[in-house]
């Protein structure tokens, strides 16, 4: 089945992101923008917008539409700031915080996906997307304070390079849970020195894998 990925995007936005109560213009904007299809395998294009985690390989997954909008809007971007993600992935997420203006570094741990993903982002030409193969629960020390922090991977814990690595008036989302493929989104903020978590509520993220991970 062919798609039209202009449609779909359109439909994808109104019918499973902005009907569920994202609101950020700047959110569903990149959403409307960002080719999703183009981030999965070409046998899976056709199900790129439907309302699902989809896998990259790997074992890996790409988020589903909701999950990337709604962590996208708790971390309130605005252009220039400077964002770590961790967990690559296809790039997917990466791009939408792109689109959104943000400067972004994100780091990934298995060498295939991100081979995939540097291909790709240079041929979309994501200039303001800088990547690194490492444990990203170490975080990117060189380009270290950051604005916002996003991890698209669950681990036991809140790794403690990355509340060091955001920057102050800073945010952080990230999946933490006891258990694997089942966590609670929580939201870090760091004001004036002062750390505070708040549960966005539950999610089901792939594995962190580190140091500080799994
Ligand atoms: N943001 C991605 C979602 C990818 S799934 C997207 O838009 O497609 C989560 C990714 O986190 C997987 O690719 C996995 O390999 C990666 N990952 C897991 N543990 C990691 C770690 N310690 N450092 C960096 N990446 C990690």
């Not at 989104?185 to 004036?192: A, E, I, Q, S």
Request: hydrophobic share 40%; glycine share 10%; net charge positive.
């Amino acid at each position: 089945m062919r798609i039209d990925p202009k449609r779909s995007r359109l439909k994808m936005v109104e019918e499973q992101i902005a009907a569920r109560g994202v609101s950020d213009q700047t959110v569903l904007d990149a959403m409307r923008k960002v080719p999703r299809h183009l981030f999965v395998q070409d046998a899976l294009a056709s199900r790129a917008y439907s309302d699902s985690a989809l896998p990259i390989g790997e074992g890996q997954t790409i988020s589903q539409p909701f999950i990337v909008a709604f962590m996208s809007e708790l971390l309130q971007i605005k252009p220039g700031h400077k964002v770590l993600e961790i967990g690559t992935g296809s790039g997917y997420q990466a791009s939408v915080l792109a689109e959104m203006g943000a400067d972004v570094f994100s780091v990934e741990r298995i060498r295939k996906l991100f081979i995939a993903a540097r291909k790709l982002l240079f041929d979309m030409r994501y200039f303001n997307i800088q990547l690194k193969l490492d444990d990203g629960t170490m975080g990117w020390p060189d380009h270290a304070p950051y604005d916002r922090i996003i991890v698209t991977a669950g681990g036991p814990e809140i790794p403690q390079y990355l509340v060091e690595q955001l920057a102050d008036s800073g945010r952080l989302v990230i999946p933490v849970g006891g258990k694997k493929r089942a966590q609670r989104l929580m939201l870090v903020t760091k004001n004036d020195g002062k750390v505070e978590t708040t549960d966005m509520g539950g999610c089901a993220f792939v594995d962190l894998v580190g140091k500080q991970g799994w």
